[in-house]
């Protein structure tokens, strides 16, 4: 079965969660205008209060999906607290929804190290500059970091912060939701009880 086969009606007979997000994460890159790998992101804070901001994946595979952060901002903190979190992809172009929640894991310094020299200098250096999710008392105080961090790091490489780098959400369930007429969607979703477990897959009402 072919990737363009999975983005039809016919997805519901896929029994791989990863393969079949893969196939409609391609069709969503032809469709979307911007960001198709943009997604909500949703953890917990101590006193139990959900949170939820837009990242972007930018990796994944059969192990989990992969955004990265720096780790003293308000979600990286409440990551490593809680070693959960949840996405939702929504590709309104498509009519297609994803959904998924499990459990966090740090990526290795390898994975953290090869992403981050693949981004532009200006955020590399942005990484070091933004105090993320704490008070900025001006926009010239975050100009003014940046102007040191780009002068510190004017010759050879710029390292990664140690404070920054990548998550990995390992799902426990995967939900694909597709639009039908008269609200009567197509819902499919994958469950284990653990990581080690082999996937179900259950058709929900809409």
Not at 71 to 87: C, D, N, P, V, Y
Request: hydrophobic share 35%; proline share 5%.
């Amino acid at each position: 079965m072919s990737e363009r086969e999975l983005t039809s009606s016919n997805f519901a007979d896929e029994t791989d969660p990863f393969r079949l997000f893969g196939a409609w994460l391609e069709e969503a890159k032809g469709s979307e205008i911007n960001d198709p790998n943009a997604v909500a992101l949703a953890t917990v804070d101590e006193a139990g209060l959900p949170n939820v901001r837009m990242v972007l994946l930018k990796d994944f595979d059969s192990r989990g999906f992969v955004f990265y952060t720096n780790f003293e901002s308000q979600k990286g903190t409440e990551i490593l607290a809680s070693g959960k979190a949840a996405m939702c992809f929504h590709w309104k172009s498509l009519r297609r929804q994803v959904r998924l929640r499990g459990l966090t894991e740090i990526v290795s310094n390898e994975e953290a190290d090869a992403y981050y020299k693949s981004r532009p200098v200006g955020s590399r250096i942005g990484a070091w500059a933004s105090k993320q999710s704490r008070p900025l008392e001006s926009r010239f105080a975050l100009e003014k970091a940046v102007a040191e961090y780009t002068a510190r790091y004017a010759l050879g490489d710029i390292p990664r912060p140690p404070h920054w780098s990548g998550f990995r959400i390992r799902p426990l369930t995967i939900e694909f939701w597709h639009d039908r007429k008269f609200r009567l969607h197509d819902r499919i979703e994958f469950r284990r009880g653990s990581l080690d477990e082999s996937w179900e897959k259950v058709r929900m009402y809409p």
